[in-house]
């Protein structure tokens, strides 16, 4: 079982099957899972998209900066809603944002992310990497190099890691295993290249699952069979 984990969560994932904005029930039950490997011991870090509140420029003629930090703050929206579940739920958890707003979370800093893990809370990591250009992917690669992560659950709408998008080749292959620089050469859409590069710099292996079945949180932290491993 692992003892130290980031989960990269989608802003859709938050939406359900309605897409947009947030679905209470979905959060639930996720969050019901997240609860159940925090007190197996587990130490865990999220960092959560935006999404399902923005995504791009939504076909504005907007500035690429302006839009990426629009996208900044829907992550922090979804984080509080994370925050707040799993108060609900009993679990201790604390907002950290990359861009300062104190009044509703604390700044982020290495040490205070520690301090928490240790103390057996769940860390949401909201913002991104607090500057445009940047995908939360590439966050969630760079905050779990900060905690030292054993691995990265990569939750998405599919489960695993295929050779081409199989919802639209039915003749796509799903892999069990693959490497950081075949999904690099194949361009295939785990998560950014920037984040790719950085898990594979720090040796952070990525377990990639489908979230429909939020039980899979459980499955992948007990070290399970599921899904895609990169590494």
Not at 41 to 59: A, L, P, S, T
Request: charged share 25%; glycine share 10%.
């Amino acid at each position: 079982m692992y003892k130290r984990v980031l989960l990269k969560l989608s802003g859709e994932a938050m939406a359900g099957e309605q897409k947009t904005g947030i679905n209470a029930e979905v959060i639930d039950e996720i969050c019901d899972k997240i609860a159940t490997i925090s007190k197996q011991g587990v130490q865990i870090g999220i960092v959560v998209g935006g999404g399902n509140f923005w995504r791009g420029k939504y076909g504005y003629n907007m500035e690429s900066t302006t839009s990426d930090y629009m996208g900044m703050l829907a992550t922090v929206i979804n984080a509080l809603a994370l925050k707040d579940t799993l108060e609900n739920k009993g679990i201790k958890a604390v907002v950290e944002t990359s861009i300062s707003m104190i009044q509703i979370a604390e700044p982020y800093t290495k040490r205070d992310m520690e301090k928490h893990l240790e103390n057996g809370e769940v860390v949401i990591f909201g913002g991104g990497t607090g500057h445009p250009f940047f995908s939360t992917d590439t966050g969630a690669a760079l905050r779990a190099a900060e905690m030292g992560a054993e691995t990265i659950l990569v939750a998405k709408t599919i489960d695993g890691v295929y050779s081409a998008d199989p919802k639209v080749d039915s003749n796509a292959i799903k892999y069990d295993e693959i490497t950081y620089t075949e999904v690099l050469n194949k361009n295939l859409k785990v998560m950014d290249s920037a984040a790719i590069a950085i898990c594979k710099d720090n040796n952070i292996p990525l377990l990639v699952f489908a979230l429909k079945d939020p039980e899979n949180i459980i499955r992948a932290v007990n070290g399970e069979k599921i899904g895609t491993i990169v590494k």
